[in-house]
């Protein structure tokens, strides 16, 4: 499986950002993608993900301002981004599970990463 992210930039505080993951390969055998972000000095955290099943999941710290989507067929998954804050700041990246996940189960693939930075 190989993942490309794309969709990032500068953008002010209050604004919004979509993200997209476009993935290729195997995607027959993807059960769940992730975003995950990290910035400069911290770790890499898991902000949202969505199964196959179209369940979801949400980091706390973005709930009701990021949604994740996708096609049905896992050809792209999105992030859209609204009410960003400074704090979003961080190179973002889609990460791709084969079989089982839980949110602190590391990923099977990785994307390059995209920046976000948010301006106050």
């Known amino acids: 499986v190989q993942l490309q992210a794309s969709g990032g930039g500068l953008v002010q505080a209050g604004g919004s950002l979509r993200l997209s993951c476009a993935a290729s390969?195997?995607?027959?055998?993807?059960?769940?993608v992730g975003w995950y972000r990290q910035s400069p000095g911290k770790q890499r955290d898991l902000v949202a993900a969505?199964?196959?099943?179209?369940?979801?999941y949400y980091a706390d710290s973005v709930k009701g301002r990021f949604t994740i989507s996708r096609d049905s067929a896992w050809n792209t998954v999105y992030l859209q981004m609204g009410s960003l804050k400074p704090e979003d700041t961080a190179v973002y990246y889609c990460?791709?599970?084969?079989?089982?996940?839980?949110?602190?189960?590391?990923?099977?693939?990785w994307g390059q990463g995209t920046q976000v930075t948010v301006s106050s």
């Open positions: 990460a791709a599970h084969i079989g089982g996940w839980t949110p602190s189960k590391p990923p099977d693939y």
């Open positions: 390969g195997r995607l027959f055998s993807i059960n769940t």
């Open positions: 969505i199964t196959s099943g179209d369940s979801t």
